[in-house]
C-alpha cells in the first residue's frame, strides 16, 4: 500500500479529518462516495458529535480501532497536528487532499512510518480506477 492505486485497492477504513454534514461542502461529497463504495468512514471533527449517524472524534489519535488511511480537509497549515496524531495511532497512510500541500506534515508522516500522499483526491483516484 504505497502508492495511491494501492492504497484505494486495499484500504478499509478511512478517518476524514475535518469531515462537514453539510452536503454543499467537498469533504461530504468525497466521504458520502467512499461510503457508497463500501469504505467505512470515520468522521474526525470536533464541531460535530456525529456525521453519516457516526460518532464524530476530535482527533485520529482518539479513534478506537484501526484506521488505514488518514484523508485530511484541512488548511496547510493544520496539517502537521493531524501528522503526528496520526502517526500515534499507527495508521498506516496519510492523505492530503487535492489542493493541500504541506512539507512539515510529510516529514512527519514518513519519518513516523506512514505512506504519505498529497495534493490528490480520493474520490478522483477512485473513480479513475473504475475506468481503467
Known amino acids: 500500500m504505497n502508492d495511491p492505486e494501492s492504497i484505494i485497492k486495499e484500504a478499509k477504513t478511512i478517518a476524514v479529518v475535518g469531515l462537514s454534514d453539510d ?7 468525497v466521504a458520502s462516495y467512499l461510503k457508497e463504495q463500501g469504505y467505512r468512514i470515520i468522521p474526525v471533527n470536533p464541531n460535530y458529535e456525529e456525521v453519516f449517524g457516526d460518532h464524530a472524534y476530535d482527533t485520529v489519535d482518539q479513534i478506537p480501532e484501526q484506521v488505514d488511511v488518514v484523508d485530511v ?4 497549515d493544520k496539517t502537521p ?3 503526528e496524531d496520526a502517526v500515534n495511532a499507527g495508521v498506516k497512510v496519510l492523505w492530503l487532499q487535492e ?5 512539515e506534515a510529510r516529514r512527519i508522516a514518513e519519518e513516523g512510518g506512514l505512506v504519505f500522499v498529497q495534493d490528490r ?5 477512485h473513480e479513475g480506477l473504475q475506468k481503467s
Not at 452536503?23 to 461529497?29: D, G, L, M, R, T
Not at 480537509?73 to 496547510?76: A, E, Q, T
Not at 489542493?99 to 512539507?103: A, F, K, P, T
Open 23 to 29: 452536503p454543499e461542502k467537498y469533504s461530504h461529497e
Open 73 to 76: 480537509f484541512l488548511p496547510p
Open 81 to 83: 497536528n493531524v501528522a
Open 99 to 103: 489542493g493541500i500541500e504541506n512539507e
Open 121 to 125: 483526491c480520493m474520490k478522483q483516484t
